[in-house]
């Protein structure tokens, strides 16, 4: 209100926020196992493609990929049914090389080469497997 203070807080939203960080405590060891193997599974089925940013040090739910010389574009025009963005969230809808994937050391090429995936609670094997099998695939025509 004024610049001075939010506003009345909606209790139900409140009550609903402390009931989802009561769940994610509650689910938090058996979430970040499920993320992992996810991890593990994506990183295998996308081996054609070089990973941007550390392997280790990073949020196993994401995962940041390029292969040199593709038309990302027309990726995202092929494959309508897998959620993925171009780039780096940083930059997303922008249409510039993403200021983060360039200061991790890639080029600008690099950068617009490269696609973002994310997963977690409810994302399984299969959805995976067959994001990765449909990229690839479109990839491969594409390159």
Request: some cysteine.
């Amino acid at each position: 209100e004024q610049g001075l203070r939010s506003g009345t807080l909606s209790p139900a939203l409140t009550a609903g926020f402390g009931a989802a960080a009561k769940v994610a405590l509650a689910r938090m060891e058996d979430d970040a196992r499920h993320v992992e193997h996810l991890w593990q599974l994506a990183i295998k089925h996308f081996s054609d493609w070089m990973i941007n940013g550390s392997v280790e040090a990073r949020y196993k739910g994401n995962l940041n990929i390029r292969r040199d010389g593709l038309d990302v574009a027309r990726l995202m025009s092929e494959v309508r049914d897998v959620a993925f963005s171009a780039g780096s969230a940083c930059a997303s809808g922008s249409g510039r090389p993403s200021h983060v994937l360039r200061g991790i050391g890639l080029s600008d090429a690099q950068a617009k080469n490269s696609i973002r995936l994310g997963w977690g609670r409810y994302t399984t094997q299969e959805d995976i497997i067959l994001a990765a099998e449909m990229l690839n695939a479109a990839a491969g025509e594409i390159l």
